[in-house]
């Protein structure tokens, strides 16, 4: 991992902030001490509307990862992740400027090379003046400099270059958005305000081009995008939360998310939602799955301990799987920009469902292992 152009992120300052919500048109949201608007049941969601910004709300991103596979067999993860943060002061809010600093765009992109055990990132963090960053209300486009995400045709363009690295993709949906929790709305902790909303596009067909290390690559694959949004941020006992999202070869699709305390048990309210061949879409309490970590890794940079492998189950639907990271070092040391170290990468999945083996692949995000978020925001 380099430290210059694919050296940093601000993913993890954002997500523990877990500011992350919206909501537009005309939904009535009440609004937090700060005066954002707070993600509550009943949200009705629309579409295209939904795919677009929600000023209202303090925090939203829109992120896409996938597994690529390419004409000479190499196999490669990325991710491209836009993010939105409105400024917390009410006079800044208020200001009727078109100038006025009411947002701050940031983005990361990384590229995991499994074939060659390597891991790289990139980040932009640009003020919205003179369309330089910004999402578009009227239509599905977000994007940061010349990074993007942009949906055309039916089909959603995302493109980024940073350095001798780049991707220009194809993303064409197979699914409808899935939405996550009960009521549309996904709870990370007891209180009334630590929610978002939440919802995918798990499973879309890509196509397109990879540039690594001066060579272009055409690849394929599918990828997934995450859209979350709203107004809250983590307590102090939550340390930081597991996150996984899995595609597997028999046309099912997984999410799942723990949130961890600080006493070492985890928050009741995480939860997962299993989406299975046909669409059918099945939100899974924290009762309905088990989670063991089989594995672990230390950072030779950090000597953050991380789980490096594990067993998740699904008894009700049959479902054991076993999941390992395809780049142990899939690292973030962000010590440039939020000053927040934690894990997020490419991982291979195999097991069973019922008497049918499985595989499949994925990525997952683990947080407050170097430090707890809970505490420091």
Do not use: C
């Not at 809250?232 to 930081?240: A, I, K, P, R, T």
């Amino acid at each position: 991992m380099s430290d210059g152009l694919f050296g940093r992120t601000w993913r993890a300052g954002l997500f523990a902030w877990l500011a992350i919500g919206f909501g537009i048109g005309g939904t009535a949201v009440p609004a937090t001490a700060k005066g954002f608007a707070v993600a509550e049941p009943g949200y009705r969601y629309a579409f295209p509307r939904d795919h677009g910004p929600h000023p209202a709300y303090q925090t939203e991103w829109w992120y896409y990862t996938g597994r690529l596979t390419a004409e000479s067999g190499r196999r490669y993860g990325y991710q491209l992740t836009f993010f939105r943060r409105g400024i917390d002061a009410a006079g800044v809010r208020n200001n009727p400027s078109k100038w006025a600093l009411k947002n701050i765009f940031l983005a990361h992109f990384a590229i995991t090379d499994e074939t060659e055990k390597t891991f790289s990132f990139a980040e932009k963090t640009t003020r919205p003046g003179g369309g330089a960053a910004g999402a578009d209300a009227k239509r599905f486009k977000v994007w940061n400099g010349p990074w993007f995400a942009e949906e055309k045709d039916g089909v959603i363009v995302v493109s980024a270059v940073a350095g001798d690295r780049s991707i220009m993709l194809r993303l064409k949906p197979s699914r409808a958005p899935v939405i996550h929790g009960p009521a549309g709305v996904s709870r990370k902790g007891p209180g009334k305000t630590q929610t978002s909303h939440y919802y995918s596009i798990p499973r879309m067909e890509t196509t397109g081009t990879l540039t690594i290390n001066k060579r272009l690559e055409t690849v394929k694959g599918y990828s997934w995008m995450d859209h979350e949004f709203g107004s809250n941020q983590l307590s102090e006992e939550q340390v930081g939360w597991d996150w996984f999202g899995l595609h597997l070869d028999n046309g099912m699709d997984l999410m799942l998310y723990r949130m961890r305390r600080s006493d070492g048990t985890v928050e009741p309210v995480s939860s997962g939602t299993l989406i299975d061949a046909d669409g059918r879409v099945i939100h899974l309490p924290i009762e309905a799955f088990s989670y063991s970590i089989r594995d672990s890794w230390t950072s030779q940079k950090t000597r953050t301990v991380y789980p490096s492998r594990w067993v998740i189950a699904v008894p009700d639907h049959g479902i054991e799987l076993t999941i390992t990271p395809t780049v142990a070092d899939q690292e973030l040391v962000t010590a440039q920009s939020t000053r927040v170290t934690y894990w997020e990468g490419s991982i291979s999945v195999n097991g069973r469902v019922g008497d049918t083996a499985v595989s499949g692949y994925g990525y997952a995000e683990l947080t407050g292992y170097a430090e707890s978020l809970g505490k420091r925001f």
